[in-house]
């Protein structure tokens, strides 16, 4: 396949999902998307708080200062 074969193709296949989708329905899927993307973010491991937590239970100690 030719990069203009692929490049026709693409935009065949870009169409046709344009024609098939709502525009409501895909703002709502777009928005989903973001919502689950934005739930996976982790704590970050090197916080000042985490280190500070780490650092009291590699020392053993208990106090919060």
């Known amino acids: 396949m030719t990069h203009e074969e692929f490049s026709e193709l693409i935009r065949r296949e870009e169409?046709?999902?344009?024609?098939i989708w709502d525009p409501a329905e895909r703002w709502r899927m777009i928005e989903e998307m973001i919502d689950w993307a934005d739930a996976q973010k982790s704590?970050?491991?090197n916080s000042k708080e985490g280190c500070l937590a780490a650092q009291r239970k590699l020392l053993g100690r208990t106090d919060n200062p």
């Open 15 to 19: 169409a046709k999902r344009d024609r």
């Open 43 to 45: 704590v970050p491991r």
